[in-house]
Nanobody
Framework: VQLQASGGGYVQPGGSLRLSCVVS????????MGWYRQAPGKQRELVAR???????YYADSVKGRFTISRDNAKNTVYLQMNSLKPEDTAVYYC?????????WGQGTQVTVSS
């Protein structure tokens, strides 16, 4: 499976961004998909994940602000990020959940700053 994340950028605190991840391969057969992030000097962490059936999980730090969704017809997973904070600054990656070691892409940079 190959994944391409996009949609990052520079935004002021309180702003919004929508990340997209296009998945090549048999996307409908993949049960779990996740968004992960890695901030400078920190370990990569799971931000949100969604199963094929639509069950979701969010890290406490983003709960109520981020929404993960998937469109099986478009082989795409989205992460809607609202009320962004400076501590959300990181490189965001999509991957399966659990993550596959050989599926990490380049990610997309999100910078939240005034």
């Amino acid at each position: 499976v190959q994944l391409q994340a996009s949609g990052g950028g520079y935004v002021q605190p309180g702003g919004s961004l929508r990340l997209s991840c296009v998945v090549s391969g048999s996307f409908p057969s993949i049960n779990g998909m996740g968004w992960y992030r890695q901030a400078p000097g920190k370990q990569r962490e799971l931000v949100a994940r969604i199963t094929r059936g639509g069950n979701t999980y969010y890290a406490d730090s983003v709960k109520g602000r981020f929404t993960i969704s998937r469109d099986n017809a478009k082989n795409t997973v989205y992460l809607q990020m609202n009320s962004l904070k400076p501590e959300d600054t990181a490189v965001y990656y999509c991957n399966t959940w659990p993550a596959r070691l050989n599926a990490w892409g380049q990610g997309t940079q999100v910078t939240v700053s005034s």
